[in-house]
């Protein structure tokens, strides 16, 4: 009977082992097939250009411009217009133009093909405008 019960204790002991080292296998196999697809540097290029035309009406202003998260302008603004071009770098996109002064957000959702966009400002509020490319 004992000789019965260790031959038992071994096999449970080999099954859990192979057990263990097939989910090891499986968990190895999907992080390199995971690293694997993003190591490839595959960077996805977007059509389109967005003109920013800043107006002169901002003079003396203190200005913040962003496309999604990304900072494209900080700056008192002088007399002249200021007109910035982006290349299109995401899906979607959104300007905010942020008076520094007040921390006032203006935010306006982009075309996705790339636009002209024209930003003034009249009575003390921030308007902008967009034209198809």
Known sequence: MRNK????????????????????????????LGFRSRSKGEQRAFEGVYTVEIASGFAGDSLSVFVNDSLLMNRTMGSADVTLQIERFAEESVLMVVDNRTENITPFNLNPKGSKVSVSKRNGKVFIEEEGN
């Not at 096999?11 to 090891?24: D, E, K, W």
């Open 5 to 32: 019960s260790i031959n038992s204790n071994k096999q449970f002991m080999i099954g859990n082992g192979l057990l263990a080292f097939g989910v090891f296998f499986v968990v190895c196999l999907f992080l390199y």
